[in-house]
């Protein structure tokens, strides 16, 4: 079956632009994630929806970050403000419910700030 | 703040080889422990799971858990170029989250 989908793959965008990052998980995944991946790290926890809740904002890294889930499916990452700190990949991942282990992330958007 | 380390590499290995890799945690509670292989310019893909202490093979995988040491490793056996890539240890507690390594580069040279 499909696998979990981003888009775009890459976005360029000038300081000061909004940006919206967008995440199709796989089909009947409860549970979706986003990570953030700066070059030569692993990735590092934003945000976490059980269905449309977002029950963990924890990592977002500051309030130009914003993460919705409205229908409980796709999901998208708004970045507002964009800073050259942004820059980064941003990781998808979704798991079956709250009790599976595994997390199956999807290609990523690799986020250019310049 | 939980902490995820591992060898740092990058790790140069001969084909046929084994390719070991290496990673300790912090939380003391932490229940799940995955292995992903990232190739360059891709995401993170799974290739390992483990629970619980002890061993666990998958092909030419092998991860190894022990708990009171926190540490978990992974073995790749007859290693292949098409191996090479960065590893990432993920530690999952309790919770949902998981916390990351910054990843070991692997280059098995033909």
């Known amino acids: 079956g499909a696998g979990v989908s981003q888009s775009p793959r890459y976005k360029v965008a000038k300081r000061g632009q909004d940006v919206a990052l967008r995440c199709d998980p796989i089909s009947g995944h409860v549970s979706l994630f986003w990570y953030q991946q700066a070059l030569g790290q692993g990735p590092e926890f934003l945000t976490y929806?059980?269905?449309?809740?977002?029950?963990?904002k924890s990592g977002l890294p500051s309030d130009r970050f914003f993460a919705e889930r409205p229908e409980g499916s796709v999901s998208t990452l708004k970045i507002q403000r964009t800073q050259q700190e942004d820059s980064a990949v941003y990781l998808c991942a979704s798991s079956l419910d709250s009790r599976s282990y595994e997390q199956y992330f999807g290609p990523g958007t690799r986020l250019t700030v310049t | 703040q939980k902490e995820v380390e591992q060898n740092s590499g990058p790790l140069s290995v001969p084909e046929g080889a084994i390719a070991s890799l290496n990673c300790t945690y912090s939380d003391r509670g932490s229940q799940s422990f995955f292995w992903y292989r990232q190739y360059s310019g891709k995401s993170p893909e799974l290739i390992m799971s483990?629970?619980?202490?002890g061993d666990k093979e998958d092909g030419r995988f092998t991860a190894q858990l022990n708990k009171a040491s926190q540490y978990v490793s992974l073995l790749i056996r007859d290693s292949q170029p098409s191996d090479s890539a960065t590893y990432l240890c993920a530690v999952r507690d309790n919770d949902y989250k998981l916390s990351f390594g910054a990843g070991t580069t692997v280059t098995v040279r033909a």
């Open positions: 929806f059980q269905n449309e809740a977002q029950l963990d």
């Open positions: 483990i629970y619980s202490n």
